[in-house]
């Protein structure tokens, strides 16, 4: 079978997206690394497809399935992807759901609609609103001592997260900001969390990720460390049912353990890295190619 890997930079292969590509090697397969960035959508009399540049010019893009590995802010991306599933083509991950996904206030609808539990948050419409601000504040901080987190509705590997460690800070914050955002309750402690790697609705691997003790994100991008964790029944209850509430086959859960609350998810993320691979020794990478032939293969059935 030939499996393509949609990814956006056409000249720099990330070292997750190359071992996709080895474990579909070492399965038999070809493999179509198609870049985003050169490719075209044909669209007229009826018809659609997508053609993709290569050193020998422009040739049509035929695959079995399609890897999505693409972040959620890209909306060309999201477009690819569309045409994709337009051309029965199976992808690993739906364009709908790569947007929501990519969106923490739209992803945060969701998992209130399927009862998940999440951190208390506001989403003001206007956060630079100063008649509303206090009032964000009061919904969110019980204690005023207690500082709280301000999130940009995009953004991944921690980016876009602040700590506001005062309600005069908090209010110096939202009148800065102009761009949408969320105010959320702190959970504590802050620094550590649990990402679960999920494919086609099965946790295939989990790790405990810490950051350092000036950091209060445990991201690994932003060089926290991790090491291989066993998940508690109800840790894996709920990111099965975060996954199937997201409606991607691959899907990476974060969740977090309050002192006082117990576990939230904090979000979910559809194109996570693979640097789990290294903590916990499972071999990620292969059950994604897996993953990808047995949706072509489903395909081909029906």
Request: aromatic residues 4%; hydrophobic residues 35%.
């Amino acid at each position: 079978m030939n499996i393509g890997i949609i990814r956006s930079n056409p000249y720099k292969e990330t070292a997750s997206n190359k071992r996709i590509v080895y474990e579909l090697e070492r399965l038999g397969h070809s493999v179509a690394a198609i870049a985003i960035k050169n490719t075209l959508i044909s669209l007229g009399e009826g018809e659609s497809s997508l053609l993709h540049k290569t050193s020998s010019g422009l040739i049509p893009v035929e695959i079995d399935s399609a890897i999505i590995r693409l972040g959620s802010g890209s909306e060309m991306g999201r477009a690819v992807v569309a045409q994709f599933v337009a051309m029965d083509v199976p992808v690993t991950n739906e364009p709908e759901a790569i947007y929501i996904a990519g969106d923490k206030l739209l992803s945060g609808i969701r998992m209130a609609e399927y009862g998940i539990p999440t951190p208390r948050t506001i989403a003001p419409v206007d956060i630079g609103n100063k008649k509303i601000q206090r009032d964000v504040i009061d919904l969110i901080q019980e204690d005023p001592t207690q500082p709280i987190i301000s999130k940009t509705r995009r953004g991944s590997c921690g980016n876009g997260v602040t700590i506001l460690e005062s309600r005069r800070s908090a209010i110096s914050h939202m009148e800065s900001k102009s761009d949408p955002s969320l105010v959320q309750r702190m959970i504590t402690p802050s620094n550590i969390d649990t990402r679960v790697f999920i494919i086609d609705n099965r946790i295939v691997a989990s790790m405990q990720r810490q950051g350092d003790e000036k950091e209060f994100r445990a991201n690994l991008s932003k060089k926290g460390s991790g090491k291989k964790y066993v998940l508690t029944d109800a840790q894996a209850e709920l990111a099965l049912k975060t996954a199937q509430a997201s409606g991607l086959g691959i899907v990476g859960v974060d969740i977090m353990t309050d002192s006082e609350a117990g576990d939230f998810v904090i979000e979910y993320n559809s194109n996570p890295g693979l640097g789990i691979e290294k903590i916990t020794g499972i071999n990620v990478a292969k059950k994604i190619a897996k993953y990808a032939v047995k949706i072509a293969q489903q395909e081909d059935e029906e």
